[in-house]
Protein backbone atom coordinates (compact mmCIF):
# COMPACT_ATOMS: atom_id res chain seq x y z
CA UNK A 1 0.00 0.00 0.00
CA UNK A 2 1.35 3.73 -0.45
CA UNK A 3 2.01 5.69 1.67
CA UNK A 4 0.37 9.39 0.94
CA UNK A 5 1.56 11.03 3.33
CA UNK A 6 5.37 9.90 3.04
CA UNK A 7 4.88 10.75 -0.65
CA UNK A 8 3.43 14.08 -0.23
CA UNK A 9 6.01 15.40 1.88
CA UNK A 10 8.74 14.20 0.08
CA UNK A 11 7.17 15.70 -3.18
CA UNK A 12 7.09 19.16 -1.02
CA UNK A 13 11.04 19.27 -0.26
CA UNK A 14 12.09 17.98 -3.83
CA UNK A 15 9.67 19.92 -5.41
CA UNK A 16 11.44 23.02 -3.52
CA UNK A 17 14.84 22.18 -4.44
CA UNK A 18 13.70 21.51 -8.12
CA UNK A 19 12.46 25.40 -7.72
CA UNK A 20 15.36 26.59 -6.19
CA UNK A 21 17.38 24.94 -8.93
CA UNK A 22 15.71 26.42 -12.03
CA UNK A 23 15.81 29.61 -10.32
CA UNK A 24 19.49 29.54 -10.47
CA UNK A 25 19.87 27.68 -13.95
CA UNK A 26 17.70 31.12 -15.04
CA UNK A 27 20.22 33.06 -12.76
CA UNK A 28 23.14 31.76 -15.10
CA UNK A 29 21.49 31.77 -18.29
CA UNK A 30 20.20 35.36 -17.42
CA UNK A 31 24.37 36.44 -16.28
CA UNK A 32 25.29 35.22 -19.91
CA UNK A 33 22.32 36.87 -21.66
CA UNK A 34 22.78 40.56 -19.95
CA UNK A 35 26.26 40.04 -19.15
CA UNK A 36 25.81 41.10 -15.66
CA UNK A 37 27.23 40.07 -12.31
CA UNK A 38 25.39 37.00 -10.52
CA UNK A 39 24.66 39.32 -7.76
CA UNK A 40 22.95 41.66 -10.18
CA UNK A 41 20.27 38.67 -10.76
CA UNK A 42 19.92 38.07 -7.39
CA UNK A 43 18.69 41.60 -6.39
CA UNK A 44 15.98 41.91 -8.01
CA UNK A 45 12.58 40.96 -6.72
CA UNK A 46 11.60 38.26 -8.25
CA UNK A 47 14.11 35.79 -7.96
CA UNK A 48 14.04 36.18 -4.17
CA UNK A 49 10.57 35.78 -3.89
CA UNK A 50 10.32 32.05 -5.85
CA UNK A 51 13.58 31.06 -3.55
CA UNK A 52 12.35 32.14 -0.48
CA UNK A 53 8.65 29.79 -2.14
CA UNK A 54 11.71 27.41 -2.67
CA UNK A 55 12.48 27.60 0.54
CA UNK A 56 9.05 27.23 1.89
CA UNK A 57 8.34 24.02 0.02
CA UNK A 58 11.35 22.36 1.29
CA UNK A 59 10.95 23.41 4.96
CA UNK A 60 7.57 22.25 4.70
CA UNK A 61 8.59 18.98 3.74
CA UNK A 62 11.23 18.23 5.49
CA UNK A 63 9.31 19.58 8.83
CA UNK A 64 7.07 16.61 8.12
CA UNK A 65 9.48 14.21 7.66
CA UNK A 66 11.31 14.34 10.92
CA UNK A 67 9.90 13.07 13.99
CA UNK A 68 11.71 14.73 16.40
CA UNK A 69 10.10 17.02 18.18
CA UNK A 70 13.05 19.55 18.02
CA UNK A 71 13.70 19.45 14.25
CA UNK A 72 10.13 19.43 13.86
CA UNK A 73 10.35 23.36 15.75
CA UNK A 74 13.40 23.80 14.20
CA UNK A 75 12.12 23.32 10.59
CA UNK A 76 8.79 25.32 11.76
CA UNK A 77 10.72 28.18 13.05
CA UNK A 78 12.25 28.55 9.71
CA UNK A 79 9.00 27.89 7.61
CA UNK A 80 7.72 31.14 9.77
CA UNK A 81 10.76 33.23 9.20
CA UNK A 82 10.26 32.52 5.29
CA UNK A 83 6.92 32.78 5.72
CA UNK A 84 7.29 36.47 7.06
CA UNK A 85 10.23 37.14 4.45
CA UNK A 86 8.06 36.02 1.47
CA UNK A 87 5.04 38.34 2.70
CA UNK A 88 6.95 41.39 3.33
CA UNK A 89 9.14 41.08 0.10
CA UNK A 90 5.90 40.38 -2.21
CA UNK A 91 3.92 43.32 0.11
CA UNK A 92 7.14 45.78 -1.10
CA UNK A 93 6.91 44.37 -4.84
CA UNK A 94 3.47 45.11 -5.10
CA UNK A 95 3.85 48.94 -3.74
CA UNK A 96 6.39 49.37 -6.09
CA UNK A 97 4.14 48.91 -9.36
Do not use: C, H
Not at 29 to 45: I, L, M, N
Request: net charge positive; charged share 15%; proline share 3%.
Amino acid sequence: MIDWFFLFSNALWILGLAVALAVFSFGVWQKGEEKVPFSTFFGRAQPKLFLLGAGILFSIGLALNVDVPWQKAAWGVLVVADLVYFILSAVKLIKAR
